[in-house]
């Protein structure tokens, strides 16, 4: 291998020929040699890819590659200074401090005055501050590197505007089903043996991999050394070898977020067996509970409102039980509340009406409220004509006055208006008879 294509000199170990004949993790020896052997990016490194298009014009430009852990980024980069004749140095955010960022660019610059440019992989580079992350833009800028950054972060989240202008971000898939099974496929192929599984317990190893690689082929390599020979394992048997891996979850990142955003939507569409499908990917991931229960109760007010009432009562109620209870019967409240809002009739009608009377509120100024509904305690305030003029509603026929209440200097408003949906339709039709009323009390 060229020194182009290493991140340094060669160790002693590997000088001296031991290396090819070290124990290798499976997913080391089955890293792809050209870019043609990776699976699964096909929209990247297809024929009409992203990258093969810049391979094919020899011209890489600085990189962020987001995607789930295994998906192939640093394999990729690796390849891809390969194919530029590009050096290929490897950082990682988490061990490398200013003084060692330094050092890299300095070899990267007497690199580039001999004529070698210098292809800058930096594994988990949304863990660098924003200072560190400054220090990448002048090297960027004058091509002493071109700089490729992973991270399974949301870039827009994790990393600075002057970073993300000058870096285009390309999106890493998670292994769908069929790529996983190439992998394992490859596997059988350079171990000579095939998985001692039968069809079903095949088709589980793969969903368990969750789109991760490397993680099937360790799961591989963890079965092989468990089999005895001659034996099968089924689902029931792999489930114990395999200890079922975590989902991909991080409570503070994208997988929060997205699981989040999910289950909302699937409750205001009116979907209940979506909804409990991310309910229960987000508690078997380890979300806690409570703060589902809170969400929920965002969904009973915001997406549901009047047209059920009751969506907030039982909401509230679902937290109670949990608080009450703890896991794991409480959980079995929190589905509940979510099966009942994702069938409650829907409104937003009151959550409008807020937004727009807060915009009114502010817009408006301070305005006085029209005299006769003001109390008038002192002599003072009676003189000055407060109270005067009030119609106490309950002594009104049908307890309604049709009395003026927004300022005098600011002309009536409509916030609310609900649909004919729900509860919000008896509604609808008391205020459309009081609008009926007012209008024949007051003339206007």
């Given at each position: ?46 024929e ?14 600085s ?14 980069a ?24 330094k050092?890299t660019?300095d ?7 001999v ?20 220090s ?13 950054g ?13 970073l ?16 996983i ?17 039968d ?12 789109g ?69 990917r ?14 929920v ?24 039980a ?35 009377a ?7 100024g ?18 000055e ?60």
């Open positions: 291998m060229t020194p182009r294509a290493q991140a340094g000199s060669p160790t002693l170990f590997a000088a001296a020929g031991l290396e090819r004949d070290a124990p290798r993790p499976l997913a080391d020896r089955l890293r792809p040699r050209t870019l043609a052997e990776v699976v699964g990016q096909e929209h990247l490194l297809g009409d890819g992203t990258l093969t298009r810049m391979v094919a014009a020899r011209a890489l430009g990189m962020v590659f987001w995607g789930p852990p295994g998906t192939g980024k640093t394999t990729v690796r390849l891809l200074a390969q194919a530029t004749d590009l050096y290929f140095q490897q950082i990682s955010a988490i061990f490398t401090g200013v003084a060692e960022l050092k660019f070899a990267a610059r007497r690199r580039r005055e004529g070698q440019g210098t292809l800058l992989f930096v594994d988990e580079i949304h863990r660098f501050n924003r200072a560190q992350q400054d990448f833009l002048p090297v960027m800028e004058d091509g002493t590197i071109v700089l490729i992973a991270t399974t972060e949301n870039p827009s989240f994790e990393l600075n505007a002057p993300l202008s000058r870096a285009r971000v390309l999106v890493f898939r998670r292994l769908d089903e069929a790529a099974a190439s992998l394992l496929a490859r596997a059988e192929r350079i171990e000579a043996r095939p998985l001692p599984l069809e079903a317990a095949r088709a589980a190893l793969i969903r368990m991999s969750d991760d690689g490397r993680a099937a082929l360790t799961l591989a390599e963890e079965i092989w050394r468990a089999a005895r020979a001659g034996e099968r394992f089924g689902v029931e048997q792999l489930q114990q070898v395999a200890q079922r891996r975590a989902p991909i979850y991080d409570k503070a990142q994208d997988g929060h977020y997205n699981l989040i955003s999910a289950l909302h939507k699937s409750v205001r569409g009116s979907d209940p067996d979506a909804a409990l499908y991310y309910l229960c987000m508690l078997d991931a380890g979300e806690p509970p409570l703060y589902i229960a809170r969400r109760v965002r969904m009973a007010i915001e997406d549901i409102g009047l047209a059920d009432p009751q969506a907030l009562v039982i909401a509230n109620a679902a937290k109670d949990y608080d009450f209870l703890g896991s794991p019967e409480g959980e079995l409240a929190i589905a509940q509340a979510v099966v009942y809002c994702a069938t409650a009739p829907k409104s937003n009608a009151a959550y409008a009406a807020f937004g727009a807060m915009r009114s509120a502010r817009e408006s301070s305005l006085l409220p029209p005299k006769h509904i003001l109390n008038a305690p002192t002599r003072l305030m009676r003189e004509g407060y109270g005067r003029g009030y119609a106490y509603d309950h002594d009104e026929e049908e307890a309604f006055s049709g009395q003026n209440y927004f300022p005098d200097a600011l002309p009536r408003q409509k916030f609310y208006d609900p649909p004919e949906r729900g509860f919000e339709r008896e509604i609808r039709r008391r205020l459309e008879y009081w609008a009926k009323l007012r209008h024949e009390r007051s003339g206007t």
